[in-house]
């Protein structure tokens, strides 16, 4: 085995780009590679071309991202044109493929450690002058039939996670369906009722109480009735608007700049903090006490939901925590807040979170490239009604429930977790001697090195000479 270069085994293709008007998008030229988002993890997407090529990589290479955020981002290549921000490693014929792509993979972070500059980025030296250990060329395939092998096997475990993560999100969306069709509480509802004129005389009597001269109801029937959620016998559905409510958006344009958050202060609750039923804490953004006095009537506070305007897959609200007092809800983070008895913050956003919600909103989305509904739409909105003691006890027994389920797929994240683990103690062991045992009748690694250095050699040579023949032609 031998501690060689990557120079010493391949040849570096760096990648440099076309402009913007010599790319296109239906087909014409080369297929362009220009990132790692052209990857999924399995699959290389061609949704790029150009007649205008200024790097052409043939087949066979290995990608890797040299610049931004994605250095050091790495996977297998096809024949095309790459961007600056790729660079494609050849293998030489000589020796397997997939040996050095694992090899690379196993030792990247050494690579990545390299970049320099505020956008990180990777030199051509960086790559070449890296070192991988090189067995004899039959010790390279067996390492990589026993790599597959075992990578095999660890595919299968995570095709099962996943497909028990869709199962998960199946039986959550099943038991929302159940809790607002009224079937988790059919039995409770037996023994304890309330009249349909009941419940709205009372939202009706705390709206106006709160808002006498602005109790004004929205018409009803604008939407499909086929949309409307199905409830059982003692319940009702209304419009979200109609209810004790206050809808509102966040603060736009000037009000609200980039160059007015701060290190700490009054906290402002951005897109990146919604997710589906769960307050994502993890970016965390403030203005001055002199600023959110300007900005103070878009305020929310414990118990508010907050819902993102943009709605693609699914819809995205949270109560705001019990930890945060008070905050300002950024411009397309609509707070909605209810006031009296008759309705369980916590009820509807639940609910939100149902298919039935979804396909409602779906029917009022607009824009193309950010997709988003308005306050007037979210308050358009068909909702269950039942009574509040019920409300309550629906909302106690999805919250056991999701509690079991958050369980099992923190065990299913676990799960991923180990097998990221094992897939590298797998190639440690490889790259270390220890996955396969040694054959003594094998070539020697330094035999096979010096015939690729005999051909890159040659190679050169035979560059030179044409080189030297076209000045004479010319």
């Known amino acids: 085995m031998a501690l060689v270069s990557l120079s010493e085994c391949g040849e570096l293709y760096c990648g440099q780009s076309s402009s913007v008007a010599e790319v296109n998008t239906d087909g014409r030229g080369l297929p362009y590679f220009t990132g790692p988002e052209q990857w999924d993890g399995s699959r290389l997407h061609i949704n790029k071309w150009t007649e205008h090529p200024k790097r052409i990589v043939p087949e066979g290479c290995i990608f890797i991202t ?4 994605g250095v050091g981002k790495m996977f297998p290549g096809m024949a095309g044109a790459v961007g600056r921000d790729i660079y494609a490693y050849r293998v030489n014929e000589a020796v397997e493929f997939k040996y050095v792509y694992y090899a690379i993979k196993f030792t990247i972070e050494q690579i990545v450690a390299q970049a320099k500059g505020d956008i990180p980025g990777l030199s051509k030296n960086h790559i070449l002058d890296h070192k991988i250990l090189l067995p004899s060329i039959q010790q390279q395939r067996r390492v990589v039939a026993k790599i597959e092998e075992l990578f095999s096997e660890l595919d299968k475990c995570f095709e099962s996670l996943k497909i028990a993560r869709e199962q998960l999100k199946a039986y959550r969306q099943s038991f929302i369906k159940h809790a607002f069709e009224g079937k988790l509480t059919r039995g409770w509802r037996s023994v304890n009722s309330q009249t349909v004129e009941k419940l709205l005389a009372d939202i009706q009597v705390e709206r106006e109480i709160r808002k006498p001269k602005k109790a004004i109801r929205l018409k009803t029937g604008q939407h499909d009735p086929s949309l409307a959620p199905v409830v059982p016998e003692g319940w009702t559905t209304d419009h979200l608007g109609n209810l004790n409510v206050e809808v509102f958006d966040g603060p736009f344009g000037s009000h609200l700049k980039t160059a007015d958050y701060v290190e700490a202060g009054i906290r402002v609750i951005r897109l990146e903090n919604i997710g589906r039923g769960k307050f994502i804490d993890g970016k965390r953004s403030f203005v001055s006490e002199k600023k959110y006095q300007d900005i103070r009537k878009h305020t929310v506070v414990p118990g508010d939901i907050v819902f993102s305007s943009f709605v693609t897959e699914a819809i995205r609200s949270t109560l705001v925590p019990s930890h945060i007092p008070f905050a300002v809800n950024k411009a397309d983070c609509f707070g909605i807040r209810f006031f009296g008895k008759t309705t369980n913050a916590k009820f509807v956003q639940l609910f939100l979170q149902s298919r039935n919600a979804f396909r409602q909103i779906e029917g009022m989305i607009h824009g193309v490239g950010r997709p988003r509904i308005n306050t007037s739409q979210l308050k358009e909105v068909v909702v269950p009604i039942c009574s509040p003691v019920e409300q309550a006890r629906i909302v106690e027994m999805i919250d056991v429930l999701f509690s079991r389920i958050e369980a099992f797929d923190s ?6 977790t180990q097998i990221s683990t094992l897939r590298q103690s797998v190639l440690k062991r490889a790259f270390s001697g220890g996955l396969v045992p040694k054959d003594a009748a ?13 051909e890159q050699k040659e190679g050169e040579s035979k560059k030179r000479r044409n080189s030297k023949n076209g000045k004479e032609a010319a």
């Open 66 to 69: 040299v610049k931004g955020a």
């Open 411 to 416: 065990a299913i994240e676990n799960g991923f």
């Open 442 to 454: 094998d070539e020697q690694a330094s035999v096979m090195l010096e015939r690729i250095r005999a």
